[in-house]
């Protein structure tokens, strides 16, 4: 088969450089997102030259280390996370560049430490004086210490420099508090300093969804409300809170998930094209569908949310316990380890075409994929022959694992009489592209030295996101679960949610 190369439409839209010479500052540097995914992320920049010839990394905590016991701790962890071997030249020049500094965030004087430190790196490693700022610790501290950056004038920009913040989530509880986080940042820093990150949008298979749709011209005309029956976004793990209950059980799996990863895939598949691919009218385009969104009633939740938690059961056949008896989660727990919604999107495009999203722990399959379920063809042609229902054309955009994209459509099965099955025309990104190696979050982090906020989530769509799961989540803290845990581990969940769809005449796709 014809690789990509050789049907010469391997074209660069937008030519990827090397970030902005810079100081990259983690706080929470001894937490587990640093070690998993930031180091071997900026490592693997280095690796395909994509850092600066002059960075540095700063990492900020409350433990106790120094420059070298900090260089010593990752040295020490760094083949454990790293998406390939590491190269021992290379990882020798990442740690010549790698520093410390420890406190506590609430202190004053941790960042007029932190000031005169950065300054000092900025002279050893002749750094510009340009700072990303990553706040990769629990999300009471973000408000503080953008407050703290403020007040020792580490957030001012001046002269060449840059500052820029990178805030994980979760940005906000609830819509109120969402603005109200929104409110604190923007008192200390401008819109354009400000990256609130969604690892989602560092995926590969995520940000296709923008080329598959508006870089071909087939796809387009169809998209919409007189060819597509409804939408189904699932995003499907496997794995039970593992080490996390404590987290999650002030979380569950609406606010893990709904509000930020999931809402990105529903406005992925449902925005109008952008102008251009401008950071803003891509962002524009994207909030002005996330407000398109119905904000349901508390009846209405009742018939379109779902929850569930899980039992337990077994995972690849291995028995594992229920969410209630993993640690740090309370025996009585009722947070939710499973969501599904249905979601109404009122404008031109969708009026009546429903996106039905859902995602949950413990679940049979590890699957994120978005599925575009057609309207079936309009007359039965062939019921004559017996064939009474013609399975409707489906698209499966496969986010992970297997990336991919697949066409189904019905095609007659050889033989003598009429005979209808179901196939397949399947896309598989590995196949074409083969795989780079990466943790998701090396695009994130370059995009954010180079100044390009295209993948991040502006303050206006972390709040529309917000928006629509708030009454659900109003409702359920108002009717706690009477039936948890109401499903095993390693199914698909609680039965409810395929009522859901069961109700319309609809069903989730198998994902097989
Ligand atoms: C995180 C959630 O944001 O995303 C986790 O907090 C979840 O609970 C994870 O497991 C899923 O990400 P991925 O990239 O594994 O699909």
Redesign the pocket.
Known sequence: MATVEEQEVGQQLVTAHPGDPCTIVIFGASGDLTKRKLIPAIYNLLRTKFMPERFAVLGVSIDNFTDESFREQLSGEVSQYATEKVDRDLWKTFVSRLYYFGGNFQDPELFAGLKAKLGAIDKEQDTPGNYLFYLATAPQFFGEIVRQLGDAGLSRQEGNHWRRVIIE?PFGRDLDSAQALNREVKSVLAENQIYRID??LG?ETVQNMLVFRFGNGIFEPIWNRRYIDHVQIT?A?T?G?EE?GGY?ETSGALR??VP??MMQLVSMTGMEPPLSFDSEAVRDEKAKLLHAIQVASPEEVLTRAVRGQYDAGTEDNHPVPAYRHEPHVNPDSQVETYAALELHIDNWRWAGVPFYIRTG?RLQKRA?EITIQFKRAPKLLFQEAGVERMTANMLVVRI?PDEGISLRFSAKVPGPSVKIGSVDMNFQYSHYFGTAPST?YETLLLDCMIGDPTLFQRDDMVEAGWRVITPVLDVWKALPPRDFPNYRSGTWGPKEADHLLEREGRYWRDVD
Do not use: F, L, P, S
């Open positions: 989530k690892h989602y995926k995003a793990e794995v809170v996390r999650y893990d998930m930020n990863h722990k994120t992970q998701g």
